[in-house]
Structures are given as C-alpha cells and as structure tokens.
C-alpha cells in the first residue's frame, strides 16, 4: 500500500478476519513477514498467497523481527501470545498489539516488555473487516513516540488515520469512546427506524431526508436502510461489541464514568444473543425492537 | 433566496427565532408577506425591517392570503392560531404550518381545513435557528399533494430541502424520528466524551480521530467540542426537546413502538432542566455525567 517505510523484518502474530488483510498489506509494503496463527492452516494459506514464512510459535516468528504486529481475540490471549513473542524477540524491538483489550494489560505488557528492552505499543483499530481489506484503518496508539515513530510508517501499510494518543493504554482508551459513542448512537437509530415503520412511513425516504441534518451519523447512512431490510449478516458481531463494551463498562468502574445508556444497551445486545444474533451485525439491536 | 417562485400573497403567523427569519425569506424573494404575532412589538420590527405590513389577529393576517404559513410553539397553540386563521382564508388557499406538534393535531387541523376547502399542511422543519437565518432547513411535509405542489417553490426560500412524506401527519412523524435519533446519539456522545475526560485523554485529540470512522456524526461533529469546553448557551434548547420527546412518546403508545432509550434520555433531560439548563443546547446531557 505505501513505499514510504524502509524494508523491514516484521512478523504478524494472529490472522482473524483482521490480521489476515493486515499481515498481506505489510507484505506487499516491501516487508519480510513471518506469520503466525493458532490454526495453522491459516498461517500456511497466508504464506502461500503472500510468499512470506510462517511459524510454529508466537517466539519463532518473532525472532530476529523489527517489529512483531499482532492482532488475537482478548485480554488472555494478549497475554498469552505477547508473553511468548517476548521470549524470542531482541532487545529494541517492538512489539505493537492491535487487539481491542482493556488499557490494564496493556499497561502490564508495556512493563513486561521494558524488563527486555523491547517497547509495548497498544494499537486497536477501527474500520471493520473491510477497513483492514482496504488498507484504511484508524490506528489508535498508546506508548512510547519512539517506538511509534518507527512503528507508524509501517502501520500505514493498512492505516489511513495512526495516531498517538498518550502514554500506555491511551490506545486502548481511545478504541473504548469510540464503542461507546457507537452503542448508544446505534440504538438510538435502531428505535428511530423501529418507530417510522410502526408510524406507517416511508421509512427509506425519512432517512434519505433526516440524513441531511442533525441526525446524520456514519451509522444512519451506512446501517439504517440495511437495518430497514432485516439484513445483519455482515459487519461488526454482536459477541464482538459485547466484549468491548465489557471493557468499557469495567474501565468506566475504575475511572468513575457514568455510562447509563452504553450499559443499558449492552444488556439489549445480550437479548440479540438470546435471539441467535451473537454473530450479527451491531445493528440487529433492531430485531428485539419489532417492526 | 431563490426567485423561481412566482409573486403571491401570504401571510406568516408567529415570529418566534425561527419564524422571524423565515418570513423574511419570504419577503426577500419577492412575495407580499403579511405578518402576525402574539406580541404585537416584534411583527412591527418584523415589518419594518421587511417592508411588509402586519396585523392584529391571525384572521386578519390570513386574509386574501394564496398560502397562510404558521410557525408557533405547541398543539395548543396550532389549534388557537390555525383555527383563528381559517377563519379569515379563502377557499382554495393553503395552511402551512411549521410548528413541531403531534401527528393528531395535523389530522385535526386538516379535516378542519378542509370543511372550508383549504389544504392543510403539516410542515416541520430542523436545522434549527442557524437553518431558519441562512434558509437552509429541511421541510418535512404531509397532506395533500397538490398543495405541496403549490407550497414547495415558496418554502424553498427559506429550505434546502423541502420533501412531501405522505398523509396529513406525515411530516409530524419524520420530524419525530429525527428527534429519537438524535436524543439516544447525543447522550451516547457525552457518555463518550464524559469517558473521555474521566480516562485523562486529551478529548479534543479523541474526537478528531475518532470522527473519521464509525462513530461519527454531525453531532460529534458539531457538539463534540463545545461539550468539553462546558458551553451550552447556544443550539436547540433543553426544553423545547423535552416538548419534543413528549409528543414522539405518546405517538409510540399509539403505535406500539418501543422507545427505552429515548423514554430514558427524556429523564435525563428533566434532571438538565433541575440543574437549571432548560434554556441549553441538547448537548448539556454532558453536564450531569459530570466531568
């Protein structure tokens, strides 16, 4: 995607419908890329369309690499597979975590990886499976600037937006107001098209109209009129949303924010799991409202 | 603002922060405009500044009038003024009315109208004070279509976007699903931007980078800030969204929608009016999350 970062060794542990698009982007960026991935099958279909290696273990891909990206599901396997990198990692590298986690362990990797020399950057993204297809991510970053400089030029390989936000955690805090301006702002949409479909309306011209105004968000012009066609079979899972809110809500605990709304709907996602919705679209808060 | 409507006489009632500008759009794009207000000071400002004339009594102003608009505060004040007003119109003419009221009062008024062969239109508008003065609302009308017909090329001197969405109550019931998105998205961003300020990021840095993804909205956009620097004497106030929410609730028990986050956001906003904000923008939800 970009020529602008000089060649590096990398490596890319995890290749989910997230790691998978960013670990090419960073082989077709010009960077020597050794994989890893639990189910090994996917490391070897990844080194076979993209030409790098694969690796048994998070330590072996890691060694000898500049910088070890990784992208795994939550808070544990962070822990887990970021605790086995390190071991084969060389002091100065860096080792950035794309996962959505809590800004506490991030916290402890950062001081994991300092005991080693190496520099921890947390690094969630938003933009969904087609952002990192498409190489547009935003790219959140808590950590060292050092480390980030060197680690931003290649994070553009699949980040439009990367910025540093703060020390440790700052990414992940960062990643949190997003989901929590998205839960409510969603079931807000979700109530408001429920409504112009009871009221009798032409619900797909009302968005076309109210999309002008002080009720347009990312979420009406994207979301609502496939909200409208009952189709949630793509995007952002449920499961996925209720993980992070998880994370939000337990921050929120700890700093002392009120979260009324972004808890309450995090109670509506768990009806959508009860409704076989855990894999559906964050929009499905539809489906418990009727039609 | 536009010269595409041919010269006709009208009459505008009600010269509130919306209905002052708008009939002086009227004026400036070439038709007689007679004007009414309950305090008789401001419809002799309004005439001064525009060269119109103003009258005594809705009746009066109404009279030989082709389109009569009205723009009040409530269902109670529609049903006083709109009713005076037909009284005084000729058959064949058309009731306007851009007041934000109940679906039911629109059926009312228009079954009213129509015992004397006059149309009646349900008009609201949004976008606000900032909208009315530079004529760039958006119109959402319900009745009947050839009066829409008539009516459109005249609200287009002061509407970007003037849309006929049905039935007479039509435009009452978009207007109502662009104040339930709004209510849940608004408190979603202060829930975000509270979180925000609690968790020691730089907030301001949150909202530039996060704007450019999923969870962005004309809100985020355009209050996001305002929030964090404490200002709220500006916008669309508290209490005029409390009417609002109050008519898009009791329309819901009508027609069975379910609305828990607007029902709750509605509470909350009586807990802004106890902390004295009912003259505050929307956005002020931040200020009983605390910072």
Redesign the interface.
């Known amino acids: 995607m970009t020529d602008s970062a000089a060649p590096r060794t990398v490596a890319f542990l995890g290749l989910g419908v997230m790691g998978f698009p960013m670990a090419g982007h960073l082989a077709k960026a010009g960077h020597a890329v050794t994989v890893y991935n639990r189910t090994t099958a996917k490391a070897e279909a990844w080194a076979a369309r993209h030409g790098g290696k694969h690796a048994g273990t998070p330590a072996e891909a890691a060694q000898g690499a500049d910088v070890v990206f990784m992208c795994v599901g939550n808070d544990d396997d962070v822990r887990q597979v970021a605790g086995d990198a390190l071991r084969g990692m060389k002091p100065g590298a860096i080792l950035a975590d794309h996962t959505t986690a809590s800004?506490e362990v991030a916290r402890e990797m950062a001081a994991k990886a300092a005991e080693r020399g190496i520099a921890f950057l947390d690094a969630p993204v938003?933009?969904?499976q087609a952002?990192a297809e498409n190489g547009v991510l935003?790219v959140?970053v808590g950590g060292d600037p050092a480390a980030f400089a060197t680690a931003e030029p290649l994070m553009r390989a699949y980040g439009?937006?990367v910025?540093l936000?703060?020390d440790s955690g700052?990414g992940q805090?960062?990643k949190?107001?997003?989901?929590?301006?998205?839960?409510?702002?969603v079931?807000?949409?979700a109530?408001?098209?429920?409504?112009?479909q009871?009221?009798?309306?032409?619900?797909h011209?009302?968005v076309?109209?109210?999309s002008?105004?002080?009720?347009?968000?990312?979420?009406?012009e994207?979301r609502a009129k496939t909200m409208l066609d009952d189709k949630f079979d793509f995007g952002?899972a449920v499961d996925w949303m209720r993980k992070d809110l998880s994370i939000?809500l337990n921050?929120?605990r700890r700093?002392?924010?009120?979260?009324?709304?972004?808890a309450?709907?995090d109670q509506?996602y768990a009806d959508v799991q009860k409704l076989g919705g855990g894999r559906w679209d964050t929009s499905s808060l539809m489906k418990r409202?009727?039609r």
């Open positions: 800004a938003s933009g969904g952002g935003t959140m439009r937006s910025v936000m703060g700052a805090l960062t949190m107001v997003n989901q929590i301006c998205i839960a409510g702002l079931q807000a949409l109530e408001g098209m429920s409504f112009a009871k009221a009798g309306l032409d619900a011209k009302v076309d109209v109210i002008k105004g002080a009720a347009q968000s990312w979420q009406m994207n952002f939000c921050e929120a700093n002392g924010a009120t979260l009324p709304v972004t309450l709907v509506f409202l009727g």
